[in-house]
Nanobody
Framework: QVQLVESGGGLVQAGGSLRLSCAAS????????MGWYRQPPGKQRELVAA???????NYADSAKGRFTIFRDNVKNTVYLQMNSLKPEHKAVYSC??????????????WGQGTQVTGYS
């Protein structure tokens, strides 16, 4: 069994920063691509940023220059540093990872999501 657990969401002030973390645990042989998605209220989920095991990154246009994705392959953890946040960044942020459980099993897993809310 594999689990992805996000943390780091919460209340943020306009212009502020947050760092989200997503740790994978369980029966893991290796992790390929990892990514962050968000689902704003009333909208569909969309990709924010993705990163390969080797560290190549891909960002949504709205995230370029503002968000940074990085990972720690030893800790099986992916991070999303979010700076200069705006009200439109309010959403549930979820991580996803392509996880190899064995030589024969490769599957995509999702975390439960963490809420980024409020702009005081």
């Amino acid at each position: 069994q594999v689990q992805l657990v996000e943390s780091g969401g919460g209340l943020v002030q306009a212009g502020g920063s947050l760092r989200l973390s997503c740790a994978a645990s369980g029966s893991i042989v290796s992790i390929n691509d990892m990514g962050w998605y968000r689902q704003p209220p009333g909208k569909q989920r969309e990709l924010v940023a993705a990163i390969t095991r080797a560290g190549s990154t891909n960002y949504a246009d709205s995230a370029k220059g503002r968000f940074t994705i990085f990972r720690d392959n030893v800790k099986n953890t992916v991070y999303l540093q979010m700076n200069s946040l705006k009200p439109e960044h309010k959403a549930v942020y979820s991580c996803a990872a392509q996880i190899r459980r064995s030589n024969y099993e490769l599957a995509r897993d999702w975390g439960q999501g963490t809420q980024v809310t409020g702009y005081s």
